[in-house]
């Protein structure tokens, strides 16, 4: 009989399947079908700290002197109106009641002293872990990569300090050194690493010169770096790995797993397909894992990581340049060019 229960950060989950942040999981009544659907836990959806810039400005008797930031704000986020911090962690609180299986909250911050406050609130909601959600996207030429990293370091340190329910930290692969970075945060006592965000990336009309801001979702097999990083880790860190990132069936997942992910997160495969997919899902992993008399994660978990690999240089340069250095090979892969 296949056991599919895995322990993240020290959360016990049913199964690996972990439906991760998106406006799916924003609602109550959704989040108790995703429930109903299988999952292992579920991320509620980020409150960022724009949505209580924005309801601070509100409450402001002074509102009149902001006017300007204010009209900007409201434009900038229009269906925020009804939606701030309060309201976030009622519903938290809300979904904590109603819901059976382990809930992630997620913060999105720029301040440091609103990621430590609302971490805070965000762990008296009840929920079991908190993931800390480093989405930025710099534009300031002035801010170096080594002074971003030294304050999400910092960030995370103080909210590790400041709470007992256990912080993940999602990041975007968009660093000099990704491995570097996560072992500074794994010593700063990081329970698991989210592996990856996805960039919001604007596209441009060209008829109408305008900006398209629709959110694309992942591709499948887009979930080769997060492959290659959790393979990278496994073994290296002390805290767990959940891939993100392109996992749209039980034999994605049992890669990530093999490579040395604790779980996966799945969105685009959920907005595609329905919630009614993460049975499917399911069903193939253990099919596969049936398959492969495999009666536990565990025994396959890291065992494509580069740790454990018998060939030390597979996940090295090396690799990558073996493969460019034998063109037969790309030949034989599309042989039309
Ligand atoms: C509509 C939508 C809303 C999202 N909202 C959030 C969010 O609030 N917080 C967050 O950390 N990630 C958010 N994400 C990113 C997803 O959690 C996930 O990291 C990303 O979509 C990659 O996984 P996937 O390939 O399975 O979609 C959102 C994604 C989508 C598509």
Redesign the pocket.
């Known amino acids: 009989m296949v056991d599919l229960k895995t322990s993240y950060m020290g959360i016990e989950l049913d199964n690996p399947f972990v439906v991760?942040?998106?406006?799916?999981?924003?609602h109550v009544e959704t989040l108790k079908k995703i429930e109903e659907a299988g999952a292992g836990a579920i991320?509620?959806?980020?409150l960022?700290e724009e949505q209580i810039q924005l309801e601070r400005l509100q409450l402001d008797d002074s509102l009149t002197e902001y006017d300007e930031r204010h009209a900007e704000m409201t434009g900038i986020h229009p269906r925020m109106e009804h939606s701030g911090p309060e309201e976030h962690l009622y519903w938290v609180k809300k979904s904590r009641e109603i819901v059976d299986i382990p809930l992630i909250a997620?913060l999105?911050a720029v301040n440091r002293e609103i990621w430590v406050e609302y971490a805070k609130l965000l762990e008296k909601t009840g929920v079991d872990g908190l993931?800390l959600?480093f989405?930025s996207s710099p534009t300031d030429p002035d801010r170096d990569g080594a002074q971003i990293e030294k304050e999400q370091i910092e960030t995370l340190c103080e909210i590790r300090e400041k709470i007992s329910i256990p912080v993940s930290v999602?990041l975007s692969p968009f660093y000099a050194n990704p491995v570097n970075l996560i072992s500074k945060m794994d010593l700063a006592g990081a329970g698991a690493f989210?592996l990856?965000?996805?960039f919001f990336q604007p596209d441009l009309d060209i008829d109408r010169e305008v900006n398209l801001l629709n959110?694309?979702?992942?591709?499948e097999g887009?979930?080769k770096l997060p492959l290659r990083f959790t393979g990278l880790l496994y073994g290296q860190i002390q805290g767990d790995i959940c891939a993100?990132?392109?996992?749209?069936s039980g034999r994605d997942a049992a890669k990530l797993i093999m490579a040395g992910a604790s779980c996966v997160?799945?969105?685009?495969?959920?907005?595609k397909s329905k919630l009614e997919h993460l049975r499917f899902i399911r069903r193939e992993l253990i099919k596969w894992m049936e398959g492969k008399n495999l009666d536990s994660l565990q025994e396959f978990r890291g065992r494509m990581s580069k740790k454990n690999l018998s060939d030390p240089f597979a996940y090295e340069r090396a690799q990558y340049v073996g493969m460019l250095m034998k063109p037969d090979t790309i030949i034989k892969q599309f042989p039309q060019y």
Request: hydrophobic share 35%; with cysteine; aromatic share 18%.
């Open positions: 991760g942040a998106c406006e799916m999981t924003s991320v509620l959806k980020s960022f997620s999105n993931e959600n989405y999602k989210v990856f965000n996805r959110f694309d979702l992942s591709c887009d979930y993100s990132g392109g996992i749209y997160q799945l969105v685009s495969a959920l907005y």
